[in-house]
């Protein structure tokens, strides 16, 4: 087989006129001169292909050369990342949280699945207040939903150390419901929901209608569509939860109203703070209220919460 005239330099393709006479006047028979040319032709093609064959081993051998480089540089950078990262969730603040949104989902997972069962509208998971039709000039202070654990609702209530029987529970931010019927588990004298969402306040009012009279041990539930600041107290004794529910601002003129409330008619209350604000800010909210005092749980249940429950809870009451 002839070497493919493609590999072989076209100077060397015709032989010219003048070297095939020198040739011939050698001696050589036109067969010779074939042959000659033949093999001269095999020999230039086969150098053709081992330079071409060197050519592309040399680009073979920089590709793996820079790709091996690029590997490494990506290593290295990967390598740098995840060791600021392992130094950044390393750090007590930040083992902290990532271990309470641990806890946040497994609470979400295990101990709220049971009654979230029960709800017409899911009440689990988070809604920006962006997504919302509010109607009130404080919609700047108030906070995203998301809604109480169970399990830190239950340790609430746990550390009332009075019957709930004769209470009124009034949950600022009710949202979908969640906490107004796990506070219908227990009995309570009636539950007041306030929300200023439309769309919460409507699942909130569906949840109620469709969950199992049967497990209600307190069947006078409401959820009313109405700013936090303009809730009527009650006349009655109080649990008051609010659950991450607006800023300071707001809080404060609550609080106030809460305080105004019982100076004209004294009787026991309890606020029950969960996600509260900055502690030293709550804790001057209520020293300047004069009338409410903590509530310090004992060592082995303040050491319960801290490794159970993902949410910080605080518990005031009235001095009478």
């Known amino acids: 087989m002839r070497p493919s005239q493609d590999l072989v330099p076209t100077s060397a393709k015709q032989p010219s006129s003048g070297l095939m006479s020198r040739l011939r006047h050698l001696g050589l028979k036109p067969g ?3 042959l000659f040319f033949e093999r001269l032709l095999k020999k230039q093609s086969t150098r053709t292909l081992i330079k071409m064959g060197r050519t592309g081993i040399s680009k073979s051998r920089t590709g793996i050369s820079k790709a091996t480089e690029l590997t490494g540089q990506e290593l290295s950078t990967r390598a740098k990342q995840t060791a600021r990262s392992i130094k950044h969730h390393s750090k007590p603040e930040n083992l902290n949280k990532d271990y309470r949104k641990l806890l946040h989902l497994t609470q979400e ?15 689990k998971g988070f809604v920006s207040l962006d997504d919302l039709t509010i109607d009130s000039p404080n919609r700047s202070f108030g906070h995203n939903y998301h809604p109480i654990h169970r399990l830190s609702f239950n340790w609430a209530m746990a550390q009332i150390p009075d019957p709930l029987v004769g209470f009124t529970f009034v949950d600022y931010g009710a949202g979908r419901g969640r906490a107004l019927l ?19 306040h409507d699942d909130a009012n569906m949840n109620i209608a469709q969950f199992p009279r049967s497990l209600m041990k307190c069947r006078d539930v409401d959820c009313l569509l109405l700013d ?14 609010f659950n991450d529910s607006f800023d ?9 109203r809460i305080t105004s409330s019982y100076r004209a008619n004294p009787r026991r209350m309890y606020l029950v703070f969960v996600r ?5 800010v709550l804790d001057n909210l209520m020293e300047r209220t004069v009338i409410f005092e903590p509530i310090y749980h004992s060592q082995s249940e303040k050491m319960r919460m801290q490794i159970l429950s993902p949410d910080q809870v605080q518990i005031f009451r009235t001095l009478i």
Not at 110 to 123: C, S
Not at 186 to 199: D, L
Not at 228 to 241: N, Y
Not at 276 to 280: D, E, S, Y
């Open 32 to 34: 010779a001169i074939s």
């Open 182 to 200: 796990l506070a219908a588990l227990h009995p309570f004298r009636k539950i007041i929901g306030v929300e200023f969402a439309s769309e919460l």
């Open 276 to 280: 509260p604000l900055n502690a030293t």
């Open 228 to 241: 936090a600041v303009d809730f009527p107290i009650p006349d009655t004794k109080g649990i008051f939860l």
């Open 109 to 123: 997972m295990a101990y709220d699945r049971a009654i979230e069962k029960l709800f017409f509208v899911p009440a």
């Open 248 to 256: 300071r601002e707001v809080l404060e003129t609550v609080l106030a």
